[in-house]
């Protein structure tokens, strides 16, 4: 069973910084796609990164990129989301995704979810 929980969520100070972990087990393929998304109450939930199995590469939305890395522990089969000057709007519910057989993250296509950390960017 593919398990995904996130953690590192927490309270930050605009300008501030938190590192999100999302720690995966239960896989059985080997070519996936790991994203992180993010969720603000009462609007639709969008993509911040994606990194790929098949080459590492990751890439990230334009709200976070320049901002937010996104990087990997194989062997502790983690994946990490580094954010750095937070701003209030960045406050949302991470969420880590897997799509299977893929190299893409697309919002309506990953396979398996996490619950989410929560992030609060406060002024």
């Known amino acids: 069973e593919v398990q995904l929980v996130e953690s590192g969520g927490g309270l930050v100070q605009a300008g501030g910084s938190l590192r999100l972990s999302c720690a995966a087990s239960?896989?059985?393929?080997?070519?996936?796609?790991i994203g992180w998304f993010r969720q603000v109450g009462g609007r639709e939930g969008e993509r911040v990164s994606c990194?790929?199995?098949?080459?590492?590469?990751?890439s990230y939305e334009d709200s976070g990129k320049g901002r937010f890395t996104m990087s990997s522990d194989n062997a502790k089969n983690t994946v990490y989301l580094q954010m750095n000057s937070l701003k209030p709007e960045d406050t949302a519910v991470y969420y880590c995704?897997?799509?299977?057989?893929?190299?893409?993250?697309?919002?309506?296509?990953?396979?398996?979810w996490g619950k989410g950390t929560l992030v609060t960017v406060s002024s």
């Open positions: 995704a897997v799509r299977k057989y893929d190299s893409s993250c697309p919002r309506n296509g990953m396979d398996y």
């Open positions: 239960g896989f059985t393929f080997d070519v996936y796609a």
């Open positions: 990194i790929s199995s098949s080459d590492g590469s990751t």
